[in-house]
């Protein structure tokens, strides 16, 4: 059963910072992983979604990576902005499947 | 730009009524989702649907849930005695493979009184 961790729980930056988020994932035998926004009480908004035969895939200021062997990966945001305040969950498909498994989430605050 | 919508954005209702949670996905998608966020808590996936059947369904699925695909469009899911811990939010996605995104919608909430 695929477990995805993602550290830190929350994190609290002022305005400009370049900012890292981390993935963890149990299973690492994934064809993809998504990485998703959600603004409090509302859906979610794909973000990126990184292919196990890519190791990074880029979108505007946000990067993410993907290391299959170590079950690893990161989201990079560049300049941070307050509008990036928003929790962030990673996602990556159990083997074989389509359906995501979620992690917790990181709870981003940018402070102006 | 096209995005999956989801109605009703609220519904409250008492325990052991049935609820029918409406969903209408991106127009030629061909995987469908539903995914509960209860409060406080992680994603959970509940069901994919693929040529008019379940390909995957999770524990929690069990057999007060049903879905349906009614028409070309909509896509439902279905409560039939709901239970307080049946509150939460439920979210609908579509995928078109091969790109293999998932686009969710709103979602619903869902409380059960």
């Known amino acids: 059963k695929q477990e995805v961790t993602q550290i830190p729980a929350a994190l609290s930056v002022p305005e400009g910072e370049n900012l890292v988020l981390n993935c963890s994932f149990t299973?690492?035998?994934?064809?993809?992983l998504q990485w998703f926004r959600q603004d409090p009480g509302k859906g979610l908004t794909s973000l990126l979604l990184?292919?196990?035969?890519?190791r990074e895939q880029t979108s505007g200021r946000l990067n993410a990576s993907l290391d299959k062997s170590s079950g690893r990966s990161t989201l990079y945001i560049a300049a941070s902005q307050p509008g990036d305040s928003a929790t962030y969950l990673c996602?990556?498909?159990?083997?074989?499947?389509?359906?995501?498994?979620f992690g917790s989430g990181t709870r981003l605050q940018v402070q102006p | 730009e096209p995005e999956v919508t989801q109605t009703p954005s609220h519904q409250v209702t008492q325990m052991g009524q049935e609820v029918i949670l409406r969903c209408v996905p991106i127009?030629?998608?061909?995987?469908f989702y539903w995914y509960r966020q209860i409060l406080g808590q992680k994603v959970e996936f509940l069901v994919s649907?693929?040529?008019?059947?379940?390909?995957?369904k999770s524990e929690i699925f069990d057999d007060q849930f049903s879905v349906e695909r009614p028409d070309g469009s909509n896509f439902t899911l279905k409560i039939r005695s709901t239970k307080l811990e049946d509150s939460a939010m439920y979210f609908c996605a579509s995928e078109l493979p091969p790109m293999d995104t998932q686009y969710f919608g709103p979602g619903t909430r869902l409380t059960v009184l």
């Open positions: 127009s030629n998608h061909l995987y």
């Open positions: 996602a990556p498909p159990p083997p074989g499947r389509r359906a995501l498994t």
């Open positions: 990184i292919q196990s035969s890519q």
């Open positions: 649907f693929y040529n008019n059947e379940i390909s995957e």
């Open positions: 299973d690492s035998a994934i064809y993809n």
